[in-house]
Nanobody, 116 residues
Framework: QVRLVESGGGLVQAGGSLRLSCEAS????????MRWYRQAPGKQRELVAG???????HYADFVKGRFTVSRDNAKNTVYLRMNSLKPEDTAVYYC??????????WGQGTQVTVSS
């Protein structure tokens, strides 16, 4: 079992930056594909960014050039650096660890609010 705990959310003005962290328990972190999702009120959860165990990166078009995902396997932690934040980035951000459909792990989420 893997437990994921996000941190780093908060309130920031438009144009500002935040760095989210997601720390995982257990010993399989390095082989997990780690992903960040977000869900705004009244909207479906959407994929923001991901990084595989081998370091391959993926970004949604709406964050390319603004957000950076990275991981530190020694610390069992994945990060999401968010720059040039916009009000439409306001959402609950979730960390997800994917090994297989039957072995997918979610954090509790962290709120990001961007004021205009």
């Amino acid at each position: 079992q893997v437990r994921l705990v996000e941190s780093g959310g908060g309130l920031v003005q438009a144009g500002g930056s935040l760095r989210l962290s997601c720390e995982a328990s257990g010993s399989i972190f390095s082989i997990l594909s780690m992903r960040w999702y977000r869900q705004a009120p009244g909207k479906q959860r959407e994929l923001v960014a991901g990084i595989t165990g081998g370091g391959t990166l993926h970004y949604a078009d709406f964050v390319k050039g603004r957000f950076t995902v990275s991981r530190d396997n020694a610390k069992n932690t994945v990060y999401l650096r968010m720059n040039s934040l916009k009000p439409e980035d306001t959402a609950v951000y979730y960390c997800c660890g994917f090994l297989s459909v039957a072995n997918t792990y979610w954090g509790q989420g962290t709120q990001v609010t961007v004021s205009s």
